[in-house]
């Protein structure tokens, strides 16, 4: 892996995509998000929709290959080569997608216009990164009062009237 893979950089969980299904795999679908045919991804549709859609009928639910679909984005991962994005066809998700925050463990809202930050985590030793996700309020409790305003911009980044 690179020391800053760059080209998944553009992927955040609770980001909505346009993917077209490549193929089949007895777990789920392999797709291409459009527009960035050099990022891998994939659906887990038994992860998804397995323990809700008994037996052989989960199946079913898998979308044609060639269909184009929206997603939102589940997760990526980066701590290894090569960078994978996962992605999510859960109705609930695409509506409004919630996550727990690794500080407190509740749900936060990562949609746009909600409560959660993602961050990434990286090191100067080496490549990868890690993603933490966070409510606005946990992120800002436990920056240091002292830290040159970060709490007020961890309150207020990405908002229009900040």
């Not at 052989?56 to 929206?70: M, N, R, S, T």
């Not at 949609?111 to 100067?124: F, P, Q």
């Amino acid at each position: 892996m690179e020391r800053f893979e760059t080209e998944s950089l553009v992927f955040l969980p609770g980001q909505r995509v346009r993917a077209i299904v490549l193929s089949h795999a007895p777990w789920g679908v392999g797709v291409q998000i459009v527009g960035h045919e050099q990022v891998g991804a994939s659906v887990d549709m038994l992860a998804q929709f397995g323990q809700e859609t008994p037996g052989d009928a989960v199946y079913a639910l898998f979308p044609p290959v060639g269909a184009e679909i929206d997603a939102v984005v589940d997760a990526v991962r980066r701590w290894s080569d090569p960078a994978w994005v996962r992605l999510s066809l859960r109705p609930a998700d695409l509506e409004t997608f919630r996550r727990s925050c690794d500080f407190c463990g509740q749900d936060t809202v990562l949609s746009a216009g909600g409560d959660g930050l993602v961050l990434d985590v990286r090191s100067h030793d080496g490549p990868g990164s890690h993603t933490v996700l966070a409510h606005r309020t946990c992120l800002a409790d436990r920056l240091h009062p002292d830290s040159g305003g970060e709490q007020a911009r961890a309150l207020s980044v990405g908002r229009k009237n900040h």
